[in-house]
């Protein structure tokens, strides 16, 4: 029953490390989101992706890059990590031409910055 | 203004209290509307979901659509300590290309004994 999984739970990275974050969905969507989410800040849209190859950019994409060369892929990309994206990282897909699906979340990836 | 803003929280109920949530939006296009449930430690997930104004029932749970005021509202009825969990309103704007989903802040729910 896995809809969208994200490949760790926890991860720990040093200031100035380049982090991959990746997600794969498996119910064939066009739609896929990366949502962070920090307390008292609910979730912030980083970056989506309407279809292979596209992407747009949503309310925070500053130091952040994404990359979606299939379709059930989206990657998210941290070229430098610094300690102010210690936060808890959530990916979603979702389909684009029915409005009554629902968009799915993974279980998050809790990053650290050190 | 805030796209979506949410009652703020965090809100504590006894077990069996009817508990009300609500949202704000500021853009009339928005089209569809919805809450989700997110557990300590866990992703969102889709607890209800209306379509323009009106109500939808679905067991102990309605949600309730005012477009006319941009209001949306969540209500709980005789709620359990198994509700106790963050409940986030999210909007969509369309289909397609226009159809991210932009969210509340999220409540903080506690439900007591």
């Known amino acids: 029953d896995v809809k969208v999984t994200q490949s760790s739970r926890y991860l720990v990275k040093r200031t100035g490390e380049k982090v991959f974050l990746e997600c794969v969905q498996d119910?064939?969507?066009?739609?896929m989101f990366w949502y962070r989410q920090d307390p008292g800040l609910g979730l912030r849209l980083i970056y989506f992706?309407?279809?292979?190859?596209?992407?747009e950019k949503g309310d925070i994409p500053e130091g952040y890059s994404v990359s979606r060369e299939k379709k059930e892929r989206f990657s998210l990309i941290l070229e430098s990590a610094s300690t102010n994206q210690t936060s808890m990282y959530l990916c979603?897909?979702?389909?684009?031409?029915?409005?009554?699906?629902?968009?799915?979340f993974g279980q998050g990836t809790r990053l650290t910055v050190v | 203004q805030k796209e979506v803003e949410q009652d703020p929280g965090p809100l504590s109920v006894p077990e069996g209290a009817i508990v009300s949530l609500n949202c704000t939006y500021s853009n009339s296009a928005f089209q569809y509307f919805m809450w989700y449930r997110q557990y300590s430690r866990k992703g969102p997930e889709l607890l209800m979901y209306t379509y323009s104004s009106g109500n939808k029932e679905d067991g102990r749970f309605t949600a309730q659509v005012d477009k006319s005021s941009k209001y949306i509202s969540l209500f709980i009825r005789d709620s359990q300590p198994s509700d106790s969990a963050t409940y986030l309103c999210?909007?969509?704007?369309?289909?397609?290309?226009?159809?991210?989903?932009?969210f509340g802040k999220g409540i903080t729910l506690s439900v007591r004994p």
């Open positions: 992706s309407y279809d292979v190859k596209m992407k």
């Open positions: 999210a909007i969509r704007g369309g289909i397609g290309a226009n159809s991210k989903l932009t």
């Open positions: 119910m064939d969507h066009e739609n």
């Open positions: 979603a897909s979702s389909s684009w031409g029915d409005p009554n699906t629902e968009a799915f």
